[in-house]
Protein backbone atom coordinates (compact mmCIF):
# COMPACT_ATOMS: atom_id res chain seq x y z
CA UNK A 1 0.00 0.00 0.00
CA UNK A 2 2.92 2.56 0.85
CA UNK A 3 4.13 1.56 -2.35
CA UNK A 4 1.29 2.74 -4.30
CA UNK A 5 0.89 5.51 -2.70
CA UNK A 6 4.43 6.44 -3.46
CA UNK A 7 3.62 5.84 -7.06
CA UNK A 8 0.84 8.08 -6.87
CA UNK A 9 2.62 10.72 -5.62
CA UNK A 10 5.38 10.33 -8.22
CA UNK A 11 2.51 10.95 -11.04
CA UNK A 12 1.31 13.50 -9.16
CA UNK A 13 4.61 15.13 -9.09
CA UNK A 14 5.37 14.60 -12.43
CA UNK A 15 2.21 15.90 -13.92
CA UNK A 16 2.61 18.91 -12.01
CA UNK A 17 6.09 19.74 -13.29
CA UNK A 18 4.55 18.84 -16.82
CA UNK A 19 3.01 21.89 -16.30
CA UNK A 20 5.29 23.76 -14.62
CA UNK A 21 7.03 23.35 -17.40
CA UNK A 22 4.72 24.53 -19.78
CA UNK A 23 4.15 27.86 -17.89
CA UNK A 24 7.77 28.05 -18.51
CA UNK A 25 8.22 27.43 -22.01
CA UNK A 26 5.68 30.32 -22.44
CA UNK A 27 7.18 32.55 -20.71
CA UNK A 28 10.25 31.70 -22.67
CA UNK A 29 12.01 30.73 -20.00
CA UNK A 30 14.62 27.65 -19.86
CA UNK A 31 13.34 24.66 -18.55
CA UNK A 32 16.31 22.81 -17.96
CA UNK A 33 18.18 26.01 -16.32
CA UNK A 34 15.12 26.41 -14.70
CA UNK A 35 15.54 22.80 -13.04
CA UNK A 36 19.41 23.38 -11.68
CA UNK A 37 18.46 27.07 -10.43
CA UNK A 38 16.56 28.77 -7.47
CA UNK A 39 14.83 27.27 -4.29
CA UNK A 40 14.81 23.49 -4.20
CA UNK A 41 11.25 22.81 -4.53
CA UNK A 42 11.33 24.57 -7.76
CA UNK A 43 14.42 22.54 -8.99
CA UNK A 44 12.34 19.11 -7.93
CA UNK A 45 9.28 20.21 -9.65
CA UNK A 46 10.59 21.12 -13.14
CA UNK A 47 13.25 18.34 -12.90
CA UNK A 48 10.08 16.02 -12.01
CA UNK A 49 8.36 17.14 -15.48
CA UNK A 50 11.59 17.29 -17.57
CA UNK A 51 11.77 13.71 -16.58
CA UNK A 52 8.29 12.37 -17.46
CA UNK A 53 8.49 14.18 -20.69
CA UNK A 54 11.83 12.39 -21.42
CA UNK A 55 10.13 9.14 -20.34
CA UNK A 56 6.89 10.18 -23.24
CA UNK A 57 9.54 11.22 -25.50
CA UNK A 58 8.58 14.57 -25.48
CA UNK A 59 11.92 16.30 -24.90
CA UNK A 60 11.81 20.33 -24.99
CA UNK A 61 15.12 20.09 -26.32
CA UNK A 62 14.04 17.43 -29.13
CA UNK A 63 11.13 19.86 -30.15
CA UNK A 64 14.01 23.03 -31.09
CA UNK A 65 14.23 24.34 -34.39
CA UNK A 66 17.46 23.89 -35.09
CA UNK A 67 17.21 26.25 -38.25
CA UNK A 68 16.10 28.94 -36.24
CA UNK A 69 18.09 32.15 -36.50
CA UNK A 70 20.01 31.67 -33.00
CA UNK A 71 19.94 29.38 -29.76
CA UNK A 72 20.07 32.69 -26.86
CA UNK A 73 20.77 31.56 -23.65
CA UNK A 74 20.61 33.42 -20.55
CA UNK A 75 23.99 33.33 -18.16
CA UNK A 76 24.21 33.27 -14.45
CA UNK A 77 25.89 36.07 -13.31
CA UNK A 78 29.72 34.94 -11.69
CA UNK A 79 29.36 34.66 -7.95
CA UNK A 80 31.13 38.21 -7.32
CA UNK A 81 28.29 39.76 -9.42
CA UNK A 82 25.70 40.44 -6.35
CA UNK A 83 24.67 39.05 -3.03
CA UNK A 84 23.12 35.17 -3.44
CA UNK A 85 19.68 36.66 -1.85
CA UNK A 86 19.84 38.62 -5.72
CA UNK A 87 19.96 36.04 -8.40
CA UNK A 88 19.52 37.76 -11.46
CA UNK A 89 19.55 34.79 -13.60
CA UNK A 90 16.21 33.71 -11.60
CA UNK A 91 14.42 36.71 -13.05
CA UNK A 92 11.97 36.11 -15.74
CA UNK A 93 12.80 39.50 -16.73
CA UNK A 94 15.95 38.78 -17.31
CA UNK A 95 15.63 35.04 -19.42
CA UNK A 96 13.73 37.29 -21.51
CA UNK A 97 16.07 39.88 -22.00
CA UNK A 98 18.69 37.61 -22.38
CA UNK A 99 16.89 35.86 -25.49
CA UNK A 100 16.10 39.62 -27.32
CA UNK A 101 19.57 41.05 -26.71
CA UNK A 102 20.75 37.59 -28.77
CA UNK A 103 18.11 37.86 -31.56
CA UNK A 104 18.72 41.78 -31.82
CA UNK A 105 22.45 41.00 -31.56
CA UNK A 106 22.69 38.67 -34.00
CA UNK A 107 21.00 41.07 -36.58
CA UNK A 108 23.14 43.97 -35.54
CA UNK A 109 26.40 41.75 -36.01
CA UNK A 110 25.31 41.32 -39.95
CA UNK A 111 25.21 37.86 -38.80
CA UNK A 112 22.13 36.95 -40.52
CA UNK A 113 22.97 38.06 -43.70
CA UNK A 114 21.16 41.73 -45.20
CA UNK A 115 18.07 40.70 -44.94
CA UNK A 116 17.43 39.09 -41.58
CA UNK A 117 13.69 39.44 -41.70
CA UNK A 118 10.31 39.69 -43.14
CA UNK A 119 8.32 42.96 -41.81
CA UNK A 120 6.21 40.84 -39.33
CA UNK A 121 9.74 39.47 -37.98
CA UNK A 122 11.04 42.61 -37.92
CA UNK A 123 7.93 44.46 -35.75
CA UNK A 124 8.32 40.99 -33.95
CA UNK A 125 11.94 41.75 -32.88
CA UNK A 126 11.71 46.00 -32.38
CA UNK A 127 8.75 45.23 -30.31
CA UNK A 128 10.70 42.68 -28.04
CA UNK A 129 13.03 45.22 -27.62
CA UNK A 130 10.86 48.18 -26.60
CA UNK A 131 9.54 45.65 -24.31
CA UNK A 132 13.29 44.47 -22.74
CA UNK A 133 13.35 48.13 -21.46
CA UNK A 134 10.22 47.39 -18.84
CA UNK A 135 12.25 44.21 -18.23
CA UNK A 136 15.10 46.54 -17.22
CA UNK A 137 13.08 48.40 -15.18
CA UNK A 138 11.47 45.85 -13.31
CA UNK A 139 15.18 44.56 -12.83
CA UNK A 140 15.82 48.40 -11.39
CA UNK A 141 12.63 48.41 -8.99
CA UNK A 142 13.69 44.70 -7.48
CA UNK A 143 16.81 45.44 -7.04
CA UNK A 144 18.76 43.35 -9.22
CA UNK A 145 20.86 45.58 -11.56
CA UNK A 146 22.00 48.98 -10.51
CA UNK A 147 20.48 52.65 -12.00
CA UNK A 148 24.04 52.65 -13.76
CA UNK A 149 23.56 49.50 -15.47
CA UNK A 150 19.61 49.84 -15.57
CA UNK A 151 20.76 53.02 -18.03
CA UNK A 152 23.31 50.91 -19.90
CA UNK A 153 21.61 48.43 -20.68
CA UNK A 154 18.39 50.94 -21.56
CA UNK A 155 20.66 52.19 -23.91
CA UNK A 156 22.22 49.27 -25.50
CA UNK A 157 18.61 47.92 -25.75
CA UNK A 158 17.54 51.70 -27.99
CA UNK A 159 21.00 51.58 -30.13
CA UNK A 160 19.86 47.57 -30.77
CA UNK A 161 16.73 49.06 -31.49
CA UNK A 162 17.86 51.53 -33.86
CA UNK A 163 20.22 49.08 -35.56
CA UNK A 164 17.69 46.42 -36.41
CA UNK A 165 15.35 49.33 -38.15
CA UNK A 166 17.96 49.98 -40.14
CA UNK A 167 17.43 46.87 -41.85
CA UNK A 168 14.94 46.07 -44.67
CA UNK A 169 13.05 43.30 -44.21
CA UNK A 170 12.78 40.69 -47.37
CA UNK A 171 9.51 42.41 -48.85
CA UNK A 172 11.45 45.10 -49.77
CA UNK A 173 14.30 43.64 -50.82
CA UNK A 174 14.08 44.95 -54.53
CA UNK A 175 13.37 48.46 -53.78
CA UNK A 176 16.07 50.51 -55.40
CA UNK A 177 15.33 54.20 -54.17
CA UNK A 178 17.27 53.39 -50.92
CA UNK A 179 20.01 56.48 -49.87
CA UNK A 180 23.37 55.16 -48.44
CA UNK A 181 24.92 56.96 -45.67
CA UNK A 182 28.20 57.89 -45.51
CA UNK A 183 30.40 56.35 -43.18
CA UNK A 184 31.51 59.47 -41.49
CA UNK A 185 27.98 60.06 -41.01
CA UNK A 186 27.44 56.70 -39.47
CA UNK A 187 29.96 57.15 -37.52
CA UNK A 188 29.43 60.62 -36.08
CA UNK A 189 26.09 59.60 -34.67
CA UNK A 190 27.84 56.41 -33.31
CA UNK A 191 30.15 58.85 -30.88
CA UNK A 192 27.33 60.68 -29.98
CA UNK A 193 25.82 57.17 -28.62
CA UNK A 194 29.28 56.95 -27.11
CA UNK A 195 29.17 60.06 -25.48
CA UNK A 196 25.89 59.88 -23.69
CA UNK A 197 27.64 56.72 -21.76
CA UNK A 198 30.52 58.02 -20.38
CA UNK A 199 29.37 58.92 -17.34
CA UNK A 200 27.42 56.03 -16.73
CA UNK A 201 30.91 54.08 -17.66
CA UNK A 202 32.45 55.58 -14.72
CA UNK A 203 29.28 54.94 -12.21
CA UNK A 204 29.66 51.16 -13.39
CA UNK A 205 33.50 51.32 -12.61
CA UNK A 206 32.73 52.99 -8.87
CA UNK A 207 30.42 50.04 -7.99
CA UNK A 208 31.19 48.02 -5.00
CA UNK A 209 30.17 44.69 -6.88
CA UNK A 210 30.02 43.94 -10.96
CA UNK A 211 27.08 41.93 -12.57
CA UNK A 212 29.64 40.25 -14.96
CA UNK A 213 26.30 39.48 -17.00
CA UNK A 214 25.56 42.79 -17.49
CA UNK A 215 28.95 43.77 -17.76
CA UNK A 216 29.29 41.92 -20.77
CA UNK A 217 26.17 42.91 -22.48
CA UNK A 218 26.95 46.65 -21.97
CA UNK A 219 30.27 46.78 -22.76
CA UNK A 220 29.44 44.69 -25.84
CA UNK A 221 27.23 47.67 -27.24
CA UNK A 222 29.93 49.72 -26.84
CA UNK A 223 32.28 48.06 -28.48
CA UNK A 224 29.98 47.45 -31.24
CA UNK A 225 29.15 50.82 -31.67
CA UNK A 226 32.79 52.01 -31.36
CA UNK A 227 33.53 49.36 -34.05
CA UNK A 228 32.24 51.81 -36.71
CA UNK A 229 34.28 54.69 -35.35
CA UNK A 230 37.55 53.78 -37.16
CA UNK A 231 40.67 55.77 -38.72
CA UNK A 232 39.06 56.00 -41.97
CA UNK A 233 35.80 57.25 -40.71
CA UNK A 234 37.55 60.28 -38.24
CA UNK A 235 39.31 60.62 -40.94
CA UNK A 236 36.45 61.56 -43.48
CA UNK A 237 34.50 63.69 -40.49
CA UNK A 238 35.03 67.24 -40.57
CA UNK A 239 37.87 68.75 -38.94
CA UNK A 240 36.28 70.12 -36.31
CA UNK A 241 34.67 66.57 -35.47
CA UNK A 242 38.34 64.54 -35.46
CA UNK A 243 39.70 65.67 -31.87
CA UNK A 244 36.00 64.88 -29.90
CA UNK A 245 35.57 61.02 -31.73
CA UNK A 246 39.29 60.44 -30.76
CA UNK A 247 38.69 61.51 -27.62
CA UNK A 248 35.83 59.63 -27.00
CA UNK A 249 36.87 56.74 -27.96
CA UNK A 250 39.98 57.00 -26.28
CA UNK A 251 37.98 57.70 -23.13
CA UNK A 252 35.20 55.14 -23.88
CA UNK A 253 38.70 52.19 -24.15
CA UNK A 254 40.23 53.43 -20.85
CA UNK A 255 36.57 52.98 -18.76
CA UNK A 256 35.88 50.06 -20.04
CA UNK A 257 39.54 49.08 -19.28
CA UNK A 258 38.74 49.82 -16.04
CA UNK A 259 35.68 48.01 -15.43
CA UNK A 260 37.18 44.73 -16.86
CA UNK A 261 40.14 45.10 -14.66
CA UNK A 262 38.56 45.33 -11.60
CA UNK A 263 36.15 41.93 -12.29
CA UNK A 264 39.96 40.28 -13.69
CA UNK A 265 41.37 40.99 -10.57
CA UNK A 266 44.77 39.59 -10.65
CA UNK A 267 44.33 37.10 -13.53
CA UNK A 268 46.05 38.46 -16.92
CA UNK A 269 45.33 35.33 -19.20
CA UNK A 270 42.04 33.09 -19.01
CA UNK A 271 44.76 30.24 -18.44
CA UNK A 272 45.18 30.82 -14.88
CA UNK A 273 41.20 31.03 -14.06
CA UNK A 274 38.86 28.35 -12.73
CA UNK A 275 36.89 29.60 -15.35
CA UNK A 276 39.06 28.41 -18.21
CA UNK A 277 39.50 25.17 -16.08
CA UNK A 278 35.59 24.62 -16.35
CA UNK A 279 35.31 25.32 -20.00
CA UNK A 280 37.90 22.34 -20.27
CA UNK A 281 36.88 20.17 -18.26
CA UNK A 282 33.23 20.57 -19.78
CA UNK A 283 34.51 19.94 -23.34
CA UNK A 284 36.38 16.73 -22.44
CA UNK A 285 32.95 15.50 -20.85
CA UNK A 286 30.79 16.91 -23.62
CA UNK A 287 32.68 16.86 -27.04
CA UNK A 288 32.53 12.59 -26.91
CA UNK A 289 28.52 12.52 -26.04
CA UNK A 290 27.94 14.75 -28.70
CA UNK A 291 30.19 13.26 -31.33
CA UNK A 292 28.39 10.00 -30.68
CA UNK A 293 24.98 11.15 -30.13
CA UNK A 294 24.63 8.73 -27.31
CA UNK A 295 23.61 9.52 -23.81
CA UNK A 296 21.54 8.35 -21.13
CA UNK A 297 19.00 10.82 -18.89
CA UNK A 298 21.30 11.14 -16.21
CA UNK A 299 24.56 12.02 -18.18
CA UNK A 300 22.39 14.46 -20.23
CA UNK A 301 21.16 15.87 -16.73
CA UNK A 302 24.79 16.44 -16.07
CA UNK A 303 25.32 18.03 -19.14
CA UNK A 304 23.34 20.59 -18.97
CA UNK A 305 24.66 21.64 -15.90
CA UNK A 306 28.42 21.61 -17.40
CA UNK A 307 27.43 23.44 -20.22
CA UNK A 308 25.45 25.86 -17.88
CA UNK A 309 28.82 26.11 -15.92
CA UNK A 310 30.91 26.66 -18.77
CA UNK A 311 28.37 29.57 -20.13
CA UNK A 312 28.60 30.93 -17.06
CA UNK A 313 32.55 31.21 -16.81
CA UNK A 314 32.74 31.60 -20.68
CA UNK A 315 30.79 35.16 -20.03
CA UNK A 316 32.89 35.97 -16.95
CA UNK A 317 35.96 36.22 -18.70
CA UNK A 318 34.68 38.23 -21.42
CA UNK A 319 33.33 40.82 -19.06
CA UNK A 320 36.87 41.07 -17.59
CA UNK A 321 38.71 41.34 -21.06
CA UNK A 322 40.52 37.64 -20.48
CA UNK A 323 38.55 36.85 -23.81
CA UNK A 324 37.51 39.47 -27.01
CA UNK A 325 33.47 39.65 -27.47
CA UNK A 326 33.94 37.32 -30.58
CA UNK A 327 35.92 34.65 -29.12
CA UNK A 328 33.46 34.67 -26.06
CA UNK A 329 30.50 34.32 -28.55
CA UNK A 330 32.00 31.74 -30.25
CA UNK A 331 32.05 29.77 -27.32
CA UNK A 332 28.48 30.22 -26.44
CA UNK A 333 27.53 29.27 -29.55
CA UNK A 334 30.05 25.81 -29.81
CA UNK A 335 27.99 25.36 -26.43
CA UNK A 336 24.65 26.10 -27.91
CA UNK A 337 25.75 23.15 -31.24
CA UNK A 338 26.90 20.64 -28.64
CA UNK A 339 23.41 20.83 -26.57
CA UNK A 340 21.37 20.24 -29.60
CA UNK A 341 24.00 17.17 -30.93
CA UNK A 342 23.62 15.91 -27.51
CA UNK A 343 19.56 16.20 -27.72
CA UNK A 344 19.70 15.08 -31.41
CA UNK A 345 18.62 10.89 -30.58
CA UNK A 346 16.59 9.75 -27.35
CA UNK A 347 18.55 8.81 -24.59
CA UNK A 348 19.87 5.53 -24.84
CA UNK A 349 18.17 4.50 -21.85
CA UNK A 350 14.76 5.45 -22.66
CA UNK A 351 12.17 3.20 -23.26
CA UNK A 352 9.87 5.77 -24.80
CA UNK A 353 8.68 4.79 -28.53
CA UNK A 354 8.16 8.81 -29.89
CA UNK A 355 10.79 11.20 -29.90
CA UNK A 356 10.53 14.33 -31.63
CA UNK A 357 14.11 14.18 -33.30
CA UNK A 358 15.61 17.64 -34.43
CA UNK A 359 15.27 17.20 -38.38
CA UNK A 360 17.35 19.39 -40.54
CA UNK A 361 19.32 19.25 -43.88
CA UNK A 362 22.60 19.07 -43.24
CA UNK A 363 24.11 21.17 -45.93
CA UNK A 364 21.97 23.88 -44.69
CA UNK A 365 22.38 23.21 -40.77
CA UNK A 366 26.01 24.05 -41.69
CA UNK A 367 25.23 26.96 -43.96
CA UNK A 368 22.86 28.48 -40.66
CA UNK A 369 26.16 28.33 -38.71
CA UNK A 370 28.99 29.38 -40.53
CA UNK A 371 26.75 32.43 -41.47
CA UNK A 372 26.23 33.10 -37.50
CA UNK A 373 30.17 32.87 -36.73
CA UNK A 374 31.76 34.64 -40.04
CA UNK A 375 31.23 38.25 -38.41
CA UNK A 376 33.05 36.57 -35.57
CA UNK A 377 35.87 34.86 -37.51
CA UNK A 378 36.41 38.61 -39.53
CA UNK A 379 37.10 40.11 -36.22
CA UNK A 380 39.09 37.57 -34.56
CA UNK A 381 40.95 37.91 -38.39
CA UNK A 382 41.86 41.45 -37.89
CA UNK A 383 43.23 41.01 -34.36
CA UNK A 384 46.35 40.93 -33.14
CA UNK A 385 45.89 38.05 -30.46
CA UNK A 386 43.79 35.27 -30.69
CA UNK A 387 43.74 32.66 -28.00
CA UNK A 388 44.55 29.25 -28.91
CA UNK A 389 42.43 27.27 -26.56
CA UNK A 390 38.95 29.73 -27.47
CA UNK A 391 40.31 27.92 -31.48
CA UNK A 392 40.90 24.65 -30.18
CA UNK A 393 37.25 24.08 -28.96
CA UNK A 394 35.10 25.57 -32.04
CA UNK A 395 37.22 25.74 -35.10
CA UNK A 396 36.61 22.07 -35.71
CA UNK A 397 33.12 22.03 -35.60
CA UNK A 398 33.81 24.92 -37.96
CA UNK A 399 35.60 23.06 -40.06
CA UNK A 400 33.21 20.27 -40.57
CA UNK A 401 30.59 22.55 -41.48
CA UNK A 402 32.96 23.95 -44.44
CA UNK A 403 33.94 20.30 -45.58
CA UNK A 404 29.71 19.70 -46.02
CA UNK A 405 29.10 22.86 -47.68
CA UNK A 406 32.52 21.79 -49.70
CA UNK A 407 30.72 18.53 -50.75
CA UNK A 408 28.65 18.47 -53.48
CA UNK A 409 26.17 15.48 -52.56
CA UNK A 410 25.87 17.39 -49.21
CA UNK A 411 24.53 20.88 -50.95
CA UNK A 412 22.89 18.75 -53.52
CA UNK A 413 19.90 19.27 -51.21
CA UNK A 414 19.86 23.19 -51.48
CA UNK A 415 18.48 25.35 -54.10
CA UNK A 416 20.57 27.00 -56.63
CA UNK A 417 20.31 30.53 -54.26
CA UNK A 418 21.44 28.56 -51.16
CA UNK A 419 24.41 26.49 -53.24
CA UNK A 420 26.00 30.21 -54.24
CA UNK A 421 25.09 31.57 -50.72
CA UNK A 422 27.02 28.34 -49.47
CA UNK A 423 29.86 28.66 -51.80
CA UNK A 424 30.29 32.52 -50.84
CA UNK A 425 30.03 31.71 -47.11
CA UNK A 426 32.82 29.07 -47.20
CA UNK A 427 35.27 30.77 -48.95
CA UNK A 428 34.93 33.71 -46.70
CA UNK A 429 34.84 31.64 -44.06
CA UNK A 430 38.08 29.52 -44.82
CA UNK A 431 40.14 32.68 -45.97
CA UNK A 432 39.53 34.24 -42.23
CA UNK A 433 40.31 31.02 -40.90
CA UNK A 434 43.39 30.95 -43.00
CA UNK A 435 44.41 34.56 -41.41
CA UNK A 436 43.63 33.46 -38.16
CA UNK A 437 45.94 29.98 -38.14
CA UNK A 438 48.70 32.49 -39.64
CA UNK A 439 48.65 34.63 -36.82
CA UNK A 440 48.81 31.94 -34.50
CA UNK A 441 51.69 30.64 -36.31
CA UNK A 442 53.37 33.74 -35.99
CA UNK A 443 53.04 34.87 -32.57
CA UNK A 444 55.07 31.58 -31.29
Known amino acids: MPQRITGVLTIVLGLAGVLAVGVLIALRIDARRAAATGPKWKRRLVAAGLALLALTGASPAGGKDVGAASQPTCYKPAPMSRPAAVNLADKPEWQRLCQTWAQAQDVASDALGPYPFDAAGQKKLLDALAAGEKDVA ?41 QARSLAWIAQGRVKDVQGRLDLLEKLSGQATLQPGVVYKVLAGVERQLAVVTPEAIKAMDEAERTPAQETRQTAEAKMAAI ?45 AKLAA ?3 AAIWLGAAGLLATSE ?19 PTDSTARCYKMMVLTPARGSMMRVTQRLPLLADLAGSDKVHKGVLERTVPAIEADLATLSDAKQTAALTADERTQAAALAKQAAEDLAKIKKQMAEAK
Open 138 to 178: ALLTAGAVSRAEADLLTADLKALAQRVGEYRPTERKEVICY
Open 260 to 304: RAKIAGSFTAPEQTPQWATISETWKFVSPLAQSHQSTQAQRGEVD
Open 310 to 312: ARD
Open 328 to 346: TELLLKEADRLSREIYLNP
